[in-house]
């Protein structure tokens, strides 16, 4: 571990203040040209009494801007302190989580996952662009029926077509044979550049791509790809629940991943995490960008510094050990919803590193799903699947009268 150390409060608290003090301080220096300042003290509590065991609240009231990517060259020198603690956040995902070699690798906190998924396709959109002159019509997006609804969103952002492949209906995987087809069908069409996304986790249903699956169809052709990995919802969960690493930057393949903190980390809404190998980020530097210092590579722009010490406090807080126990509970809470569904007869899907349980529909009465707050994989009139995500706030205690009174409808 290089970074990422289990810290007391008081040591916590003492970094988030020095960096805060490293900030630039409106009331104590005259600061003229930047259009940015604390929060409105007539609305917000702004009493050191109050803030000062507080440093999340703290860094929200001070407000530092973490505009740009501060893993590389030159950023706004008005916030460095705290886009020090960022920078530090992104060595814990990139290095210790996802077993980056030191420094090799960029990031920064992006709104959300989709974000972060957009920001990898815009990647290599681009980079395809620069090195094969490729056009527009030529680039698309390979990914799993299941993948979420940003990979689309992407593709009409971004101009490209995606194509999906479909997985099997019982085990949620994508195959040798499906995948195959579908890189066909797109060639037909004219594709040469595939942007492939692998889920670490799907939204629905919890499952997990095997990488080598996409790879090994593409090396069959003389097609260029890249590959990004969604773990917008499995960055936090899935390394910490296997000993498989394809999905980890020790496989070459693997050029950038997305993770969401506001998921399965509980941090403030506004914290997704994009990582990428060093480097693919400047395709997409925004040279007109010029009154930001060290120019910006990120989609978003302008972007709240409060987030990324929030996420940094709670991984701190954690430290990699107890991070790893509070998974393996999740787990654990999952395999006994399991154990009763088959006791039941009930037919699910989970992967077994996951701690997201989707119930075939036809088992759950909609009051039932109504009542317990299950969602569905489609809000129209007929979902197939109904399902359970094992969070922190979900106890054994609460999945028991569910449980039982699925028990009395059957
Ligand atoms: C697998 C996956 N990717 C991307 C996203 C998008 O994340 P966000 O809502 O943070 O933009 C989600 C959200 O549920 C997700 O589950």
Not at 67 to 91: N, R, W, Y
Not at 96 to 103: H, M, R, V, Y
Request: glycine content about 6%.
């Amino acid at each position: 571990m290089q970074y990422w150390k289990k810290l007391t409060k008081s040591e916590i608290k003492s970094r988030v203040d020095y960096a805060l003090a490293k900030n630039i301080n409106y009331q104590e220096r005259t600061i003229l040209g930047i259009p940015a300042s604390h929060l409105d003290e007539n609305v917000f509590n702004m009493d050191p009494s109050f803030l000062n065991n507080a440093p999340f609240l703290k860094a929200m009231t001070d407000n530092p801007n973490h505009i740009g990517c501060h893993t590389m060259g030159e950023s706004e020198p008005f916030f460095a302190g705290t886009q020090k603690l960022e920078k530090e956040l992104i060595g814990i995902v990139a290095e210790d989580i996802l077993k980056c070699e030191p420094n090799q690798y960029d990031g920064y906190v992006a709104s959300g996952g989709t974000e972060a998924n957009i920001q990898a396709i815009w990647i290599y959109r681009n980079q395809f662009r620069k090195q094969f002159d490729a056009s527009y019509g030529e680039i698309c997006i390979l990914c799993s029926e299941d993948s979420h609804y940003s990979m689309p969103k992407a593709g009409n952002i971004l101009d490209l077509d995606v194509f999906y492949v479909p997985v099997t209906d019982d085990t949620r995987e994508i195959t040798g044979q499906s995948v195959e087809k579908t890189i066909q069908e797109a060639k037909t069409q004219g594709k040469r550049y595939f942007i492939v996304v692998a889920n670490m986790m799907t939204t629905m249903f919890g499952s997990v791509d095997c990488v080598e699956t996409y790879t090994k169809a593409l090396r069959k052709t003389d097609l260029k790809f890249r590959l990004h990995v969604d773990g917008a919802y499995g960055g936090f969960v899935y390394p910490f629940s296997t000993d498989n690493d394809e999905m980890t930057f020790l496989n070459p393949d693997i050029s950038s991943v997305t993770l969401d903190a506001h998921k399965m980390v509980q941090a403030p809404f506004g914290t997704g995490i994009f990582v990428a190998r060093k480097g693919l980020i400047d395709n997409v530097f925004t040279d007109e960008a010029q009154y930001v210092s060290g120019l910006d590579a990120t989609l978003i722009g302008s972007r709240s510094g409060a987030n990324a010490i929030a996420v940094w406090m709670i991984l701190q807080t954690y430290g990699p050990h107890d991070w790893f126990e509070k998974i393996h509970i999740l787990n654990y809470r999952t395999n006994w919803l399991c154990n009763q569904l088959e006791d039941l007869n009930i037919e699910f899907y989970r992967h077994p590193s996951s701690n997201i349980v989707a119930i075939r529909a036809k088992h759950i009465p909609p009051e039932l799903a109504h009542k317990y707050g299950l969602v569905p994989d489609t809000h129209n009139e007929s979902p197939s699947w109904y399902k359970i995500v094992l969070m922190e706030h979900v106890h054994v205690d609460h999945l028991l009268p569910f449980v039982e009174e699925l028990r009395e409808k059957l």
